[in-house]
């Protein structure tokens, strides 16, 4: 089955912890990209990669990094640095083009809680 | 900044009641508008929208964009409590995809 599988679905970290996200896809595709989502919000970017070795910082990058030393894979680190961190996390990937960005298929999401 | 700006933000109606969300963005050169549903965890995708003024359909649900006024809308005739969902709609910008904060619906049977 091709997808985008994410782990763990739920998390539970205390304040001054780091944390990694884990987001795996065989879907093939070149791009990846990691969301936040608060209560009643839309997604907002936290970073994205357009290919292996290579990222980009989205709207709310601050407190968080990420690493693409594999295609299928983008894990997200929480650091604890991010002020706010209880948060619904998305990953999703797409095919790339040259002429835009295209349709994005997402995983089921990680849904971290600081305590 | 380029923003996409969905509304009502929150809507109830009853089983069988048609809808109408709307989607509005600021910036014009642009490829697409994505419409996604998101019930409890991952968005699925409903459609892809490129050209103005052709509707897409699929079973109860369409949409249409119209590029000149900047807007789209999507909607859900005799809706089902199975409609119930946050609806998404995005932007293509150069790499990335630009969000609306959502229309949370809710049909109550």
């Known amino acids: 089955d091709g997808g985008i599988t994410q782990s763990p679905k739920y998390l539970f970290r205390k304040e001054g912890q780091n944390v990694t996200l884990s987001c795996e896809q065989n879907?093939?595709?070149?791009?990846m990209y990691w969301y936040r989502q608060d209560p009643g919000q839309g997604l907002r970017l936290i970073y994205y990669?357009?290919?292996?070795?290579?990222?980009q910082k989205g709207d709310i990058a601050e407190g968080y990094s990420v690493s693409r030393e594999k295609k299928e894979s983008f894990p997200l680190t929480v650091t604890s640095a991010q002020k706010n961190p209880t948060a619904f996390y998305l990953c999703?990937?797409?095919?790339?083009?040259?002429?835009?960005?295209?349709?994005?298929?997402f995983g089921p999401g990680t849904r971290l809680t600081v305590l | 900044e380029d923003k996409v700006v969905q509304s009502p933000l929150s809507l109830v109606v009853h089983e069988g009641d048609t809808v109408t969300l709307n989607c509005s963005y600021e910036?014009?050169?642009?490829?697409?508008l994505l419409w996604y549903k998101q019930e409890k965890k991952a968005p699925t995708f409903l459609f892809m929208l490129?050209?103005?003024?052709i509707e897409k359909k699929s079973g109860r649900l369409s949409s249409i964009l119209d590029k000149k006024e900047l807007f789209s809308i999507l909607n859900i005739t005799a809706t089902q409590t199975g409609d119930s969902a946050i609806y998404l709609c995005?932007?293509?910008?150069?790499?990335?995809?630009?969000f609306g904060q959502g229309t949370r619906l809710t049909i109550n049977p």
């Open positions: 999703a990937s797409s095919t790339r083009t040259s002429g835009g960005a295209h349709e994005q298929f």
């Open positions: 879907l093939n595709h070149d791009a």
């Open positions: 990669s357009q290919i292996v070795n290579d990222f």
């Open positions: 910036v014009t050169n642009f490829r697409s």
């Open positions: 490129t050209s103005s003024g």
């Open positions: 995005a932007r293509t910008g150069a790499q990335k995809l630009v």
